[in-house]
């Protein structure tokens, strides 16, 4: 325990010996990007908030670090110098080949700026990395992306000896949730989701609620975000 307080001393004590910049150079103009079938292509734009040039790095990798999944987009620029408070056009292409048919694929789509080389020895230089999700979906998905959220199932399962929500997405499209919440009478409840797969369930135990309350007096509160990145309400029913 000493030992890891004096470590923990000690590196505080050497970040205070440099200065740290205040905030990034870069910045994008969306939280996200879709790549809508039958097109090939899709843009993002970097902008520059600095008064200084800066190099940004792009890249594309796979959603989930479980899997081998391959990128089969390219990306251009992938090295880029972008001017003084400019802004530039990044361009993801798809080959046409490679991703399932049936359903939206994502990944994660992540733009760097590469630190410049500092004349002051005592400047600490941190790269900072905007990341975002990706998404291809092909042509031809049955039902509507806007319509999915108000579509998912909602029911009560016992999870390790507690109360559980299982969630179920019948639909070809990702869902992504801000806020989730039980609202059980008077009570409120989190649940810790995050985004939801085509054709997939999840279960998550309802943290804190040791009971709920019986039939309709239990709904479910949550936000999806559009393609916009905007945070839409909802509001459903919770089978049991």
């Known amino acids: 325990m000493k030992k890891s307080l004096a470590m923990s001393v000690a590196l505080a004590g050497l970040l205070s010996l440099f200065a740290v910049p205040s905030h990034a150079g870069i910045s ?3 939280t996200r990007v879709v790549l809508a079938g039958p097109k090939k292509e899709a843009s993002i734009l970097v902008l520059n908030d600095e008064s200084a040039p ?22 251009t620029p992938h090295l880029k110098r972008l001017n003084g408070n400019a802004r530039h056009q990044l361009r993801v292409l798809y080959q046409g080949l490679g991703l399932p048919a049936d359903r939206e694929s994502v990944f994660w789509l992540s733009v760097q700026e590469i630190p410049q080389k500092s004349k002051d020895e005592n400047i600490l230089q941190i790269a900072v990395r905007q990341r975002i999700k990706l998404f291809y979906r092909p042509a031809g998905l049955p039902g509507d992306v806007d319509q999915a959220p108000s579509r998912l199932q909602w029911r009560m399962v016992p999870k390790g000896g507690k109360p559980g929500l299982e969630i179920r997405n019948d639909s070809a499209f990702h869902i992504s949730f801000g806020t989730v919440n039980v609202k059980s009478g008077s009570n409120i409840y989190s649940v810790p989701a995050t985004m939801l797969p085509p054709y997939s369930s999840q279960s998550f135990v309802i943290e804190g609620a040791s009971s709920l309350a019986p ?24 089978s049991s």
């Open 28 to 30: 994008l103009n969306g």
């Open 54 to 75: 800066i190099m940004i790095q792009s890249w594309i990798e796979p959603f989930s670090t479980s899997t081998d999944q391959d990128v089969p987009f390219a990306l």
């Open 215 to 238: 039939g309709g007096a239990t709904k479910i509160e949550f936000e999806s975000i559009n393609d916009d990145g905007v945070a839409v309400q909802h509001s459903g029913d919770i």
